[in-house]
């Protein structure tokens, strides 16, 4: 009876529940991951048990380079992300502002954004070589034309009435813009990059795939090479818990600036 009143379509359950419910996932794969593996039914080979991996991230944060790898990567998501925000958002709230900005942009974003961005990796190899650059191009790409298009709905999605009604109180369009339109898309362009940032993290790997001598693709890559798979899941659950951080941070940031809105995410 009491999980019943939880069952409502869109309601709230308490903060309590809501972090024991995540934990349990995490309790229930891992349950799983240990069945399989101390159990015997998978190969070391192909999935070593969760100490074997906890030993070997403890030997490739001690004697291998694993901070600097991590390093490496942060930088290249984070400067591959902040330079799709810096013109995603803007020409994402132009697009859904003005409809004649709709029409020159949408059909080139919509059409380029179905390309996949590691299809761009031998060009950008040719054009900029295989520095930071060309990894930090390729998350670009993964991630701005995506942005642009769901910044656009953010910005479309406002309501008509309150535009109206600014300038029925006399607001000219600039301030419009600037005093209805930009607010009321705040919150949802705060969601869309938290959502964004974690497409980019799901490029790295193939943005390190070519020409990387450093970074957790790089890092996985050469695990692979010498078949060793517990170095291959390090490598993924450190990518994960990266995401995981960020996507925490965002959450915050959004429930700190918007307190008086309801979200799922609570």
Known sequence: ???????????????????????????VL????????????????F???PSEVAVQFYRMLTELNLVGDILASVY???????????????LGLLMGSFKLAEGLIEPLVGFVRYMPASAFIPLLILWIGIGDLEKIAVIFIGT????????????KNISQELIDTSYTLGATQRAAFLKVVLPAALPGIVDTLRITLGWAW????????????????????????FLRTAGI??????????GLITDTLF????????????????
Not at 10 to 19: A, E, H, V
């Open 47 to 49: 999935l070593p048990s």
């Open 1 to 27: 009876m009491r999980l019943r009143q939880y069952l409502v379509l869109k309601g709230n359950i308490p903060s309590g529940l809501y972090i024991g419910l995540g934990c349990l996932s995490f309790a």
């Open 251 to 266: 959450k915050a940031l959004y429930h700190r600036m918007f307190p008086w809105l309801e979200r799922g995410t609570q």
């Open 144 to 155: 701005f034309f995506q942005q642009v298009l769901m910044i656009r709905d953010v910005a």
């Open 233 to 242: 899941i390090v490598g993924i659950l450190v990518i994960g818990l990266l």
């Open 76 to 90: 290249r998501v984070s400067a591959g992300f902040l330079l799709a925000s810096l013109m995603g958002v803007p």
């Open 202 to 225: 799901t490029y790295l790997v193939v943005a390190e795939l070519v020409g990387a001598s450093s970074g957790l693709g790089y890092m996985i890559m050469e695990a692979q090479r």
């Open 30 to 45: 891992m349950a799983v991951w240990c069945i399989l593996t101390y159990g015997g039914v998978v190969p070391a080979l």
